[in-house]
């Protein structure tokens, strides 16, 4: 404990910290004065700061906070970052001082590790030097309707708040700078502390939190209401094969895992091919001039009463693509589709039993048919001669149809607006406006901002910040890597299964490698299961030649000699006759072979007498219906269930022993352990 009397305030290097500078002096009273470790390293040292203005008895605030380093000379100095001089209401301290202040200062042992926290974020501001002079709340905020979606807000608070923010206060307000470490920039972040647990003021440093972050649909005016980030809006997977219909007035992105041999194919589009669809690998820059590829580098093959169609443009091999519609000029009556297709549907086309494709409108007619759709279609079909594209019910090919005479031979269109905006993507030189490089075209300009601009911002894969690029290297072009996340990528981390560390761009792989084991080590385990129908036990020291669990077995367990199995089956006889007469007296059995189930319901004893010799003890006996206790019964329900939920995704021998092993009965968290330890049939 002691006492500084010459405060400082920090505006310049760390303003948006909660990390205080201390003198020399106070870490070797710490070290010499403490009878334990004050520094543990999954702890960080936390000091509560009381001020006081001229007495002790005028105090003005307490706040906890932690400590940047030991690095003042002075020892009655102390630097206070420009964040918790505002709390104290001293932010616009001088060299002038009207009062006289003094901190005292003293090592909380008592401040808890944080377990849930709930944030509610206002608003993203600008921040410049006058700002530093006030601490007024203000609603001038640069987002009116807040986009953000949970992933994104929670892996910024993850990367600034670790490094910047060492406690936090029920009810505070926090600011949270767009640089790391608390540094002064020129956008900063609010958030209002909602719930706190366990204790009104935690640590946030090195600790497993619950992180739960409300979101505003505005930011001003009496109609506010919260949302949950996570009900923002996400691109929708497009199932293979199926038809989307898209208007210009409802923007929306779209997914899709590749593999190969699938195509794109707007299938309606207007006369001015008005719609165009951008693709690439980052759905949140995507746009009219930032993707890796469109439906721009093709055009239509077919035109009917006006609208075009099959405009088809190979899609990668694998990985997970997004794409986004994009109009250019539209006409509000026509209607867009577009779909995801097979390679080889062109070809199995033409072979479909009792049709016949048409060679004028390659139109797939039925064969009885077809002779009068012949002669119809050859008078009314026409083909262009230069680039194939064929037009269906008309008399001539229009007047405006042109072809692209440079270097896109395949490029064509019907209208002068089309024309034009072929020669603004594919032949107009221009530069990027955020790093000055030159293309030949904005085809080539689309693809350097969503791949390579070093000025352009993107979704890093390690910290999953958007930020910028960044200079690129040899080293990250062989990576597949940008500037950023080759630096992100080398940081280190613990793998949760084998406890090594690992470079986060080696991670993935890292991963795979123990997948493979996995399936290696999966491949070669021989799991039995309890023949009991009822129970869900696996097989491990088999002691019974019928295959039973122990448990199951122990009934019917001898000391004398039973070679040919006859003393087992008068015990089993004799087992199944109660069971069916008078039950187990368990309210819980599931037993299809007991009378307490209510599952069975026979008549007279000879009745039951007889289903038991006939069809209980038929041999060969391969199963048997005998009642377990409950905790069996409940974990063979819950495998069951999830077998009926995920079929042939697992064989029913690892489900059991999942359900076995699990103390809680949970279907995700089956799921988890299967992913880790079993082998799916997909991977057999």
């Not at 009116?144 to 923010?165: G, W, Y």
């Not at 269109?413 to 905006?421: E, K, P, Q, Y």
């Not at 697992?650 to 359900?659: I, L, T």
């Amino acid at each position: 404990m002691g006492i500084l009397t010459n405060i400082s305030v920090d505006k310049v290097r760390f303003p948006f910290s909660d990390k205080i500078s201390l003198p020399q002096g106070v870490l070797n009273d710490l070290i010499n004065s403490s009878d334990h470790d004050l520094f543990d390293a999954s702890r960080p040292l936390v000091i509560t700061l009381t001020l006081s203005q001229d007495s002790d008895d005028n105090c003005i605030g307490v706040q906890t906070v932690g400590v940047r380093d030991f690095s003042l000379d002075d020892p009655q100095s102390v630097t206070l970052p420009w964040l918790v001089a505002s709390r104290f209401g001293i932010h616009s301290l001088g060299n002038k001082r009207d009062a006289f202040y003094k901190l005292k200062w003293q090592v909380a042992h008592d401040v808890k590790a944080c377990e849930k926290l709930t944030l509610k974020y206002v608003g993203s501001k600008k921040w410049g030097a006058q700002d530093f002079e006030s601490v007024e709340k203000s609603d001038n905020y640069l987002e009116k309707a807040v986009s953000e979606d949970v992933f994104s807000m929670k892996a910024f608070l993850e990367a600034r708040m670790n490094n910047a923010i060492t406690c936090v206060t029920q009810n505070q307000r926090l600011l949270v700078s767009k640089a790391p470490n608390g540094e002064r920039a020129s956008e900063i972040f609010e958030f209002d502390v909602i719930e706190l647990d366990p204790s009104p003021v935690s640590i946030v440093v090195n600790t497993d939190l619950e992180l739960d972050l409300l979101l505003e649909e505005s930011i001003s005016g009496s109609s506010t209401q919260q949302t949950s980030a996570s009900n923002s809006t996400k691109p929708l997977a497009l199932r293979i094969g199926e038809l989307t219909t898209v208007s210009e007035d409802k923007q929306q992105i779209y997914s899709l895992k590749c593999r190969k041999n699938l195509l794109l194919e707007i299938s309606q589009n207007d006369l001015g091919e008005s719609l165009q669809i951008v693709a690439g690998h980052d759905s949140n820059t995507l746009s009219e001039d930032c993707y890796d590829f469109s439906t721009l580098m093709s055009s239509a093959k077919m035109l009917r009463s006006s609208v075009n169609s099959s405009t088809i443009v190979p899609l990668p091999e694998e990985g997970m693509i997004f794409l986004k519609p994009v109009w250019f000029d539209s006409n509000d009556t026509a209607t867009f589709k577009f779909r995801i297709k097979e390679a080889n549907e062109i070809e199995s086309q033409d072979e479909i039993e009792g049709k016949v494709k048409c060679r004028h409108c390659s139109t797939l007619i039925a064969a009885g048919t077809y002779p009068l759709h012949e002669v119809h279609c050859a008078r009314s079909t026409r083909i262009c001669d230069e680039c194939g594209k064929m037009y269906c019910q008309v008399k001539t090919i229009p007047q405006e149809h042109w072809h692209c005479c440079k270097d896109h031979q395949l490029m064509a269109g019907d209208m002068n607006v089309s024309r034009l905006r072929h020669l603004e993507f594919f032949h107009v030189p221009i530069g990027c406006d955020m790093c000055s490089a030159s293309f030949e075209s904005k085809d080539d300009l689309a693809k350097h901002k969503h791949q390579v601009c070093p000025r352009r911002l993107h979704s890093c894969r390690f910290c999953h910040l958007r930020i910028e690029r960044g200079e690129s290297s040899v080293e990250a072009r062989y990576y597949g890597l940008s500037g950023h996340e080759l630096n992100c990528g080398i940081k280190t981390t613990e793998c949760y299964r084998c406890q090594k560390t690992v470079k986060l761009m080696e991670l993935e792989r890292h991963m795979e490698f123990h997948d493979l084991k996995r399936i290696e080590r999966g491949k070669s385990t021989v799991i039995d299961i309890c023949k009991n129908v009822n129970c869900c036990r696996i097989l491990t020291n088999l002691t019974n030649r019928w295959g039973l669990c122990s448990l199951c077995y122990g009934p019917f367990f001898d000391t004398q000699d039973d070679f040919d199995g006859k003393r087992f089956l008068r015990k089993l006889e004799r087992k199944y006759v109660i069971q069916l007469t008078r039950g187990c007296g368990s309210t819980f059995c599931k037993n299809s072979e007991c009378k307490s189930s209510g599952l069975v319901n026979m008549g007279s004893l000879k009745e039951i007498i007889t289903h038991v010799q006939v069809d209980l003890l038929k041999e060969p006996m391969e199963v048997f219906s005998l009642c377990v206790d409950e905790s069996t019964t409940k974990r063979k329900v819950f495998a069951d269930t999830f077998l009926e939920l995920q079929p042939n995704e697992y064989a029913p021998e690892w489900v059991c022993r999942g359900a076995c092993y699990l103390k809680t009965l949970n279907m995700d968290s089956l799921m988890d352990w299967l992913h880790e330890n079993a082998i799916s049939n997909a991977e057999l």
